[in-house]
């Protein structure tokens, strides 16, 4: 059963970190690329950052270039998304999603990925 697993939400002040995980299960990360989401009440689901199967190239939304960074650690099955100098606007449940191979478009496009994890709450405020 392919399952998908996010944590490492919470609160935090603005300015702080988190790191979130996504924790796949079910089949080997390896093979898919990852997408980072994170969706505000009454907001669209919003593409956050991508890194890819076959060479972990990463791509950033503008609006959090610079102060997130993914990765992945295929021996862990895991991929993460570090998030620095959080703010207000950044709170969000933040979901994780799996496309098998690599995307060579839409790779903050949530329609582009197969598999969701339940999402983590996110909320930044002091």
């Known amino acids: 059963q392919v399952q998908l697993v996010e944590s490492g939400g919470g609160l935090v002040q603005p300015g702080g970190s988190l790191r979130l995980s996504c924790a796949a299960s079910?089949?080997?990360?390896?093979?898919?690329?990852i997408g980072w989401f994170r969706q505000a009440p009454g907001k669209e689901r919003e593409g956050v950052s991508y890194?890819?199967?076959?060479?972990?190239?990463?791509h950033y939304a503008d609006s959090v270039k610079g102060r997130f960074t993914i990765s992945r650690d295929n021996a862990k099955n895991t991929v993460y998304l570090q998030m620095n100098s959080l703010k207000p606007e950044d709170a969000s449940i933040y979901y994780c999603a799996a496309a098998r191979g690599q995307l060579r478009w839409g790779m903050l496009i949530a329609t582009r990925y197969n598999y969701w994890g339940q999402g983590t709450q996110v909320t930044v405020a002091s």
């Open positions: 079910g089949f080997a990360l390896d093979y898919y690329s």
């Open positions: 890194i890819s199967s076959s060479d972990s190239s990463t």
